[in-house]
Nanobody, 120 residues
Framework: QVQLVESGGGLVQPGGSLRLSCVGS????????MAWYRQPPGKERDLVAR???????NITDSVTGRFTISRDNTKNTAYLQMNNLKPEDTAVYYC??????????????WGQGTQVTVSS
């Protein structure tokens, strides 16, 4: 049974930092492309950052220069380092794992989400 468990969310003041972690289990973690999405209150879930199984990184424009995504395959963990946080970064952050199957289709999984609130 595949599980993705996020941690590291919380309440932080504007300008502060948080590091989110996503631990995968029941999966060959290194073969998955990992990503972080976020969903602000009343809005859709959007991609924040993505790191492929070969460590290619994509960061959405709104967080470029402030957020960094990384992974440690020895720990089955993906990270999202968030610096200089702004109130508009307030959202539930979700971890996502995806890989293409050798035959056809994809496998993908979501974590349960972790709340990040940026407020003074």
């Amino acid at each position: 049974q595949v599980q993705l468990v996020e941690s590291g969310g919380g309440l932080v003041q504007p300008g502060g930092s948080l590091r989110l972690s996503c631990v995968g289990s029941g999966m060959t973690f290194r073969t998955y492309n990992m990503a972080w999405y976020r969903q602000p209150p009343g809005k859709e879930r959007d991609l924040v950052a993505r790191i492929s199984s070969s460590n290619n990184v994509n960061i959405t424009d709104s967080v470029t220069g402030r957020f960094t995504i990384s992974r440690d395959n020895t720990k089955n963990t993906a990270y999202l380092q968030m610096n200089n946080l702004k109130p508009e970064d307030t959202a539930v952050y979700y971890c996502h794992a995806r890989r293409k199957l050798a035959t056809a289709g994809v496998q993908e999984y979501w974590g349960q989400g972790t709340q990040v609130t940026v407020s003074s």
